[in-house]
């Protein structure tokens, strides 16, 4: 319409989702959110009022893994509760935690698109499906592994 | 699974086990729509797609001919295409699965669209939840413009496309077209007024043809295929087929390309095999989230647009999920209740109260700590959302709720804690 749009507009969430990719928390800091203002020459309001409509992106620290668990009604259905509830007696967090080596960050998430396989979850880029508790826990620990062996 | 008998029957004609490369799109076809369609007048390709019936896949059912002739025709010095593949609905899939194993016909047949609608910018917006169908489809698209399908002067035309892939960024609103648009434009995915609708003013102001991923895959086979053949697939009123997402207590969950025409009783017993041993269906949610419930005894009901207009089923984008006798309608529909409130922009004030307003009391319900009032102010607050909310998401959130009211009261009442005389709910 007549509103005029900036043309750098249509890299500002491309832009805070590079920007969160490449942090090794996983977020968007303070400096972060000023130095996007001053490259796409936008207010810092509004590039906070954008990053925080999207869930997506978080503006306080995560894990390096995030794990997110399936909350849509397939998934519940499926026993989705067990899952997270594995998840937090493995790794001592609850929903929006993260563990104290920095490692995981537990998130709840709408669906994956995998619900022919519920419950499921994502961790990373990774998505697992047909999930029961002592599997999830498995999966956990190549997670836990993979770091050890770094 | 390619033998050409079958082969006739099916637009998408999945083969689960394989995930197409270029070549062999070419040896089975691909592309030969899009040389023919770069060859003739837009309107005639408009003119078949048209004839062929296609409505789009992503919701609403609106008939793509018209919309393809509305950009067409719209004034602009620029004019876009969006490919919608936010795919947000819970309990659908068919849009990652496209991504993933045929991702050459989905590009073929946004080629083709553009052309038509005289559109040479484009993006494809994808949720953030997909990384892997992402990577796909950046992958394919840098294939295709080597080969000369998309990019400056596809096949020696003077036809260019430029196409980008753009990422969500978790929301289920930005699925709707102007919310998307707002989003694209790097702002809170909210709803925007309509008219304008993105046909006449879409992305910067400029004419913009958005369709749905299932949509715009059609297009390449009603182009080779012709929209005769098209047509003799699915019934009268309904042309073609449908990707049904099928979720829940089934023995064979999975992806089913089924002619429109099939009862919902066929996807659930002859596709999806029925429920699970020893257990019987209780209820159906068709539609996804925002779509009904549904007992049995409506199973007989078909997949058509009209029908399921009459009847009172959201088709919308063909996720299918059954339920068991050993589901509580009520966490069912909490469920569904929070994702929305969750999603909800709170632009207005319908959907954001109403939804405040179900949740708090629903969970009364589950607690058994409700009251006949209760149950009569929830049915209001359903009522007022579905009527007077600013965008879909609001009016379909009620969906659930009413159609378990109608079908599932028992569940509610049951709920209630006894002493009030049962004359309140008249
Ligand atoms: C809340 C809401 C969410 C939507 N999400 C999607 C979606 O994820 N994918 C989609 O194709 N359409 C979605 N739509 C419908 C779009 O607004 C639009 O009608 C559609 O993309 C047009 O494509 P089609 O003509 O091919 O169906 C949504 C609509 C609403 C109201
Ligand atoms: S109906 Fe809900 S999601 Fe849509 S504009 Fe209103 S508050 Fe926002
Ligand atoms: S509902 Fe969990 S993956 Fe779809």
Redesign the interface.
């Known amino acids: 319409m007549t509103s005029k749009i900036n043309v750098q507009d249509k890299s500002l969430l491309p832009t805070l989702l590079k920007k969160q990719k490449d942090s090794p928390f996983n977020f968007l800091s303070e400096d972060d959110v000023n130095s996007i203002a001053k490259e796409l020459k936008l207010s810092r309001s509004r590039v906070y009022s954008t990053a925080s409509f999207y869930s997506e992106i978080s503006l306080s620290p995560r894990g390096k893994h995030i794990i997110r668990v399936c909350c849509n009604a397939p998934c519940e259905n499926a026993g989705k509760e067990a899952i997270r509830e594995a998840i937090t007696k493995e790794l001592g967090i609850e929903i929006d935690e993260t563990t104290e080596d920095k490692l995981f960050t537990l998130e709840s998430v709408n669906c994956l698109g995998a619900c022919f396989m519920s419950p499921a979850m994502r961790i990373d880029d990774e998505i697992y499906g047909n999930l029961t508790p002592e599997e999830t826990v498995k999966i956990l620990n190549t997670y836990k592994k993979e770091h050890v062996d770094e | 699974m390619n033998n050409s008998a079958q082969n006739d029957k099916y637009v998408f004609n999945f083969n689960f086990d394989e995930y197409l490369d270029i070549e062999t799109y070419k040896q089975r076809g691909g592309f030969s729509a899009l040389e023919s369609a770069l060859k003739e007048e837009q309107d005639n390709v408009i003119k078949k797609i048209k004839q062929s019936g296609l409505k789009g896949r992503g919701g609403a059912a609106f008939p793509s001919g018209i919309k393809l002739e509305m950009v067409n025709r719209a004034e602009g010095a620029e004019k876009y295409i969006i490919c919608n593949a936010d795919?947000?609905?819970?309990?659908?899939?068919k849009?990652?699965f496209i991504m993933t194993h045929i991702p050459y016909q989905l590009l073929e047949g946004i080629t083709i669209a553009a052309y038509a609608a005289g559109a040479e910018k484009g993006f494809l917006y994808i949720r953030?939840?997909?990384?892997?169908p992402r990577k796909r489809m950046e992958q394919a698209i840098k294939e295709l413009e080597e080969a000369g399908y998309l990019g400056k002067n596809i096949l020696g035309s003077n036809f260019s496309l430029e196409l980008q892939i753009?990422?969500?960024?978790?929301?289920?609103l930005c699925g709707e077209e102007t919310a998307l648009l707002a989003?694209?434009?790097?702002?809170?995915?909210r709803p925007q007024i309509k008219p304008?609708f993105p046909t006449q003013?879409g992305y910067?102001?400029f004419p913009t043809l958005i369709h749905n991923v299932e949509t715009l895959t059609n297009i390449p086979k009603i182009i080779e295929k012709g929209p005769e053949w098209y047509t003799s697939l699915g019934t009268d009123d309904s042309h073609g087929t449908k990707l049904i997402?099928?979720?829940?207590?089934v023995k064979n969950?999975?992806?089913y390309e089924v002619p429109f025409g099939t009862s919902f009783h066929e996807i659930i017993y002859e596709y999806g095999g029925g429920p699970l041993e020893g257990h019987t269906v209780k209820a159906v949610?068709i539609g996804g989230?925002s779509g009904v419930l549904v007992p049995p005894d409506r199973l007989h009901v078909s997949l058509e647009y009209g029908t399921c207009a009459e009847e009172e089923i959201t088709i919308g984008s063909g996720a299918v999920?059954v339920?068991d006798e050993r589901?509580d309608i009520l966490?069912?529909v909490h469920?569904?209740v929070?994702?929305f409130l969750?999603?909800s922009?709170g632009k207005c004030t319908p959907c954001r109260e109403g939804l405040r307003q179900a949740n708090i009391l629903l969970e009364r319900f589950r607690n058994a700590e409700a009251s006949y009032n209760d149950l009569e102010k929830l049915e209001r607050y359903t009522r007022v959302m579905q009527d007077a909310s600013f965008c879909g998401l609001g009016q379909a959130a009620g969906n659930s709720l009413k159609t378990s009211f109608h079908y599932y009261r028992d569940e509610y009442i049951s709920k209630i804690r006894n002493e009030e005389p049962a004359e309140v709910i008249a």
Do not use: V
Request: net charge positive; charged share 30%; proline share 6%.
């Open positions: 795919e947000g609905e819970p309990g659908t899939f849009d990652r953030h939840e997909y990384p892997k753009f990422s969500g960024a978790g929301s289920y989003s694209i434009e790097g702002k809170k995915g304008p003013s910067k102001g997402s099928l979720s829940g207590d969950r999975g992806l949610n989230a999920f339920l589901r966490d069912n469920n569904r929070r994702f969750h999603e922009c």
